[in-house]
T-cell receptor, first 118, second 114 residues
Framework: AQTVTQSQPEMSVQEAETVTLSCTYD???????LFWYKQPPSRQMILVIR??????QNATENRFSVNFQKAAKSFSLKISDSQLGDTAMYFC???????????????FGKGTHLIIQP | DVKVTQSSRYLVKRTGEKVFLECVQD?????MFWYRQDPGLGLRLIYF???????EKGDIPEGYSVSREKKERFSLILESASTNQTSMYLC?????????????FGPGTRLTVL
């Protein structure tokens, strides 16, 4: 993907609530992977969940799930039963396609700062 | 568990200094990456390497160079540091397939150039 857009710079919810972070992307590829990364205040970026584009079933990892809408190029992250430890920056990302048509790094959105209130 | 380490968490340098940021991964990953993270801009790719001695430019390579002499180590070099290079630098690695494999990140180096 050449562009990844996260339209929510910051969100705040109460503990135990469900929250959805939005992400849209632009790509000309037929198959690709999409990722959500979490960066807690300690700064270590870790993978939350990933989705392969040709799989119709939405990925799920415990309290984290995605709503992948391929035609709309939308990839939102849902966090159920939110916990204080979920407070972090969340980045949506997809693999890049370089000028030569090959792959290099990831294209990231600008991030959503999620705050879980006690 | 994959471990990606970076030589410094915090670094303060003077304008014009040559700066080396080191990154080491311990899982025999083929691909390594350097990103720069700035508030409101997300992460931007500086350089990546898919093999020893191989390197490719990312979106913002100007003012930076890289070195990969050994598979496990990928260095980012600021030839002559400038104040606009003050930023958080993140190193990452992935196993083999750039398109599919998850990238694992180091803790980051907060560089301040005075």
């Amino acid at each position: 993907a050449q562009t990844v857009t996260q339209s929510q710079p910051e969100m705040s919810v109460q503990e135990a609530e469900t929250v959805t972070l939005s992400c849209t992307y632009d790509t000309s590829e037929n198959n690709y992977y999409l990722f959500w990364y979490k960066q807690p205040p300690s700064r270590q970026m870790i993978l939350v969940i990933r989705q392969e584009a040709y799989k119709q079933q939405n990925a799920t990892e415990n309290r984290f799930s995605v709503n992948f809408q391929k035609a709309a190029k939308s990839f939102s992250l849902k966090i159920s039963d939110s916990q204080l430890g979920d407070t972090a920056m969340y980045f949506c990302a997809s693999h890049r396609s370089n000028i030569g048509g090959g792959a290099d790094g990831l294209t990231f959105g600008k991030g959503t700062h999620l705050i879980i209130q006690p | 568990d994959v471990k990606v380490t970076q030589s410094s968490r915090y670094l303060v340098k003077r304008t014009g200094e040559k700066v080396f940021l080191e990154c080491v991964q311990d899982m025999d990953h083929e691909n390594m990456f350097w990103y720069r993270q700035d508030p409101g801009l997300g992460l931007r790719l500086i350089y990546f390497s898919y093999d020893v001695k191989m390197k490719e430019k990312g979106d913002i390579p100007e003012g930076y160079s890289v070195s990969r002499e050994k598979k496990e180590r990928f260095s980012l070099i600021l030839e002559s540091a400038s104040t606009n290079q003050t930023s958080m630098y993140l190193c990452a690695s992935s196993f083999r397939q750039i398109y599919t494999d998850t990238q694992y990140f180091g803790p980051g180096t907060r560089l301040t150039v005075l």
